[in-house]
């Protein structure tokens, strides 16, 4: 079956009669939603009726796979119709976004099938930027990127990369990953002027090696410690790494005369329940004050879970199918705000170009996800039935979860930017001189295990809430 009569359509039935790739195939029938295709033909493929008649059809004809061939559609108009698809045992392909199917300079429409991924299911469209304009200011700019190994880190390497940086720095603790994002880059990209370094944003004398040796331009600090429940157990090392890391950074970006300094930051951030949320709120304080004390252009970013990344629910739902099952949830209510990789890393990156100082840049990611609908998505697209060839079970909040998460503090309010997609959180007033007070008597007990850290983050951060268990 085949899903859409238009244009796209007929290319496909062509190409397949042709003898293209999955040209075993036979169509049977096309589905549109048009009432004037209904009982007509295209490319001598009947238009059997609109998509109420899907799940009609799949028996009828006794359809194997579904191909969504409506390339022009909204996403929110795919996820409906893929929705029902879902409801059949029938394997589904997909012909990408017309977006796509440009960016990727393929004229054979039928080279571009592929299977339907987790991504076609957030019910949104695409963000998208004139990243021109967003990375010329990369051009010819020496940019470090902290935690350049990691999931943001990494992908921001490979865009900033194809923007002729004078130099790109990668600084990350972690060298398997650095490794991985050197050579890839070293392929992709031979003519470029590529540092990798090994270390911590926690070691004072590494990291002002680094920047008194390359005197970056632009820097991205996306080195962070971001597994919650881990940080929940190792609250004080979440305060070393996330905010001190941080501010010896920040330090360094504002003595040795960066032009913008862009804090990767999360919706955690906003009233937290969790210790890493909160040592990201006071990552984001550190930014707006030493943005009114600097020259540096100081921004954070702020957005949601990293459809992907690693350690999110994607990676551990695919290897848990992989094994079997049960898949776990923790709780059948719980819902996230979901955005790609690609789309995180480019609000990160259109964020430094609008940057004026001083802001907290949140998208405008949608509607939240419920991790369920996520799971069952993920079941369904690797041929499977839900609590029938996969269990989900229950297993409850872990420690500092919340049920939802918000994208902004209610006093913070919002701005738009020229970006429809973007806005910028309103900073929150706050005592600076008690603020950096309280970092030092942080700093002089952060060693020692026996004390509470989590006290003095209140102190700071008057909407974290936490638990004394």
Do not use: W
């Not at 992908?155 to 194809?162: N, P, S, V, W």
């Not at 002027?193 to 070691?203: A, E, F, K, P």
């Not at 909040?397 to 998460?405: D, S, T």
Request: some cysteine; charged content about 25%; glycine content about 8%.
């Amino acid at each position: 079956m085949i899903i859409g009569a238009g244009s796209a359509a007929s290319m496909i039935i062509n190409e397949l009669n042709a003898g293209a790739p999955f040209s075993n195939f036979k169509i049977k029938c096309a589905i549109d939603d048009d009432p004037a295709k209904k009982g007509t033909y295209i490319s001598g493929v009947r238009v059997f009726g609109s998509r109420d008649s899907i799940i009609e059809a799949v028996e009828k004809f006794e359809i194997g796979t579904i191909l969504f061939a409506i390339p022009s559609c909204t996403s929110a108009q795919k996820f409906e119709i893929l929705n029902i698809c879902q409801q059949t045992d029938c394997m589904l392909k997909i012909i990408p976004s017309i977006y796509e199917l440009i960016e990727s300079g393929e004229k054979d429409l039928s080279k571009k099938i592929r299977k339907v991924e987790i991504e076609d299911l957030l019910g949104r469209d695409p963000i998208t930027f004139d990243m021109n304009s967003a990375l010329n200011y990369v051009s010819d700019k020496t940019v470090l990127v902290t935690g350049g190994g990691g999931t943001i880190g990494s992908e921001l390497c490979r865009q900033i990369a194809e923007h002729s940086p004078k130099r790109l720095i990668i600084f990350d603790i972690y060298e398997n990953n650095a490794y991985d994002i050197q050579n890839e880059l070293k392929r992709k990209f031979p003519e470029l002027n590529l540092i990798t370094l090994i270390g911590s944003v926690r070691d004072s004398r590494r990291i002002e090696s680094v920047f008194r040796d390359y005197r970056p331009d632009i820097v991205y600090h996306a080195a962070a410690h971001k597994h919650v429940p881990l940080m929940e157990d190792s609250p004080n090392e979440s305060i070393k790494n996330n905010v001190f890391g941080t501010l010896k950074t920040v330090r360094c970006a504002d003595k040795y005369g960066a032009d913008k300094f862009v804090l990767i930051s999360t919706d955690k951030a906003v009233n937290p329940t969790n210790i890493m949320g909160a040592s990201k709120r006071i990552c984001e304080m550190i930014i707006q004050s030493f943005n009114s004390r600097s020259a540096t252009e100081f921004v954070a970013v702020r957005f949601g879970n990293v459809l992907g990344s690693n350690g999110s629910v994607i990676p551990l739902f695919k290897r848990q199918i992989e094994a079997g099952g049960p898949v776990t949830v923790t709780d059948p209510n719980i819902i996230r705000y979901f955005m790609t990789i690609p789309e995180a890393v480019t609000l990160v990156l259109q964020a430094g170009a609008l940057a004026k100082g001083g802001e907290i840049f949140v998208l405008d990611m949608g509607k939240p996800v419920k991790i369920l609908t996520l799971a069952e998505n993920l079941i369904k697209l690797s041929g499977l039935t839900p609590y029938k060839d996969i269990k989900i079970e229950f297993i409850g909040l872990r420690p500092g979860e919340k049920l939802y998460e918000e994208m902004l503090m209610a006093e913070e309010g919002l701005q738009d930017t020229e970006n429809g997609m973007i806005h910028i959180g309103k900073p929150i007033e706050y005592d600076e001189n008690e603020f950096f007070n309280t970092l030092d008597e942080m700093k002089s007990c952060m060693y020692d295990d026996t004390v509470d850290i989590r006290a003095l983050v209140k102190k700071i951060v008057p909407t974290y809430n936490y638990s004394n268990n």
